[in-house]
């Protein structure tokens, strides 16, 4: 695992399971994207202006956006894969 900068107060964390590259979006310490198979899914802004514009970023439509709580279940589902169940 390693953490990308990609502006100001939003990060990535990469997550790599065998040939596998994932990624969790984190505005601030939030969660707010998942990266995993080509698919990016992103969270509708529930929360500031600032992490509207991080999640405006990833070019992603305003009409595919997903519930935060979603995002969530998905970045714990990726790290359970690769630090197993009992460890997330």
Known sequence: MSLEKIHREFRALVVRNGDRVGRIYFSYSTPVAVETEGIVYVAKNAWSKTTGKHLNMLKMGKTD????????????????????????
């Open 65 to 88: 956006r997903l519930p935060p709580s979603m995002i969530e279940e998905l970045a714990i589902e990726m790290l359970q894969e690769v630090l197993g169940n009992d460890t997330v």
